[in-house]
């Protein structure tokens, strides 16, 4: 159970941006982007240990839908179709305490494997 409760989820007319804010006052502006490369889904941190993998050309993927999951998570569709994912509040509060270090190290990743943000290719 988190600690910290949501007060409002905001998607930008963009549609390129999640603002989060909670209940302690904090608010947190997360990119698109960052939620897809980092969604906590099955496809993308696979079913176990090492199994992770680098999803490449997402930099303009857009939001399209937010759902509540009980009253714990949303889950959030973008319009490459995946919408998999469970955010918990505090999977999206430690996005937004540590979202710049999470997105540096997928960067990194993607320069180990040759991939771009801007240049879709089958994850790995």
Do not use: C
């Given at each position: 159970?988190?600690?910290?409760?949501?007060?409002?989820?905001?998607?930008?007319?963009?549609?390129?941006?999640?603002?989060?804010?909670?209940?302690?006052?904090?608010?947190?502006d997360l990119s698109?982007?960052?939620?897809?490369?980092?969604?906590?889904?099955?496809?993308?941190?696979?079913?176990?240990?090492?199994?992770?993998?680098?999803?490449?050309?997402?930099?303009?993927?857009?939001?399209?839908?937010?759902?509540?999951?009980?009253?714990?998570?949303?889950?959030?569709?973008?319009?490459?179709?995946?919408?998999?994912?469970?955010?918990?509040?505090?999977?999206?509060?430690?996005?937004?305490?540590?979202?710049?270090?999470?997105?540096?190290?997928?960067?990194?990743?993607?320069?180990?494997?040759?991939?771009?943000?801007?240049?879709?290719?089958?994850?790995?």
């Amino acid at each position: 159970m988190s600690e910290f409760w949501p007060t409002e989820l905001r998607v930008s007319k963009d549609r390129h941006r999640l603002t989060v804010t909670f209940d302690d006052g904090a608010s947190f502006d997360l990119s698109a982007e960052l939620l897809r490369v980092l969604s906590p889904s099955a496809e993308v941190q696979g079913h176990g240990p090492g199994q992770r993998v680098t999803v490449p050309g997402k930099r303009n993927v857009q939001i399209i839908s937010v759902q509540p999951t009980g009253n714990y998570a949303v889950r959030i569709g973008f319009d490459d179709f995946h919408d998999t994912g469970i955010y918990t509040w505090t999977y999206l509060r430690e996005l937004g305490e540590k979202g710049g270090e999470l997105f540096g190290a997928y960067e990194q990743e993607l320069a180990d494997k040759g991939m771009s943000r801007d240049k879709s290719e089958k994850p790995r």
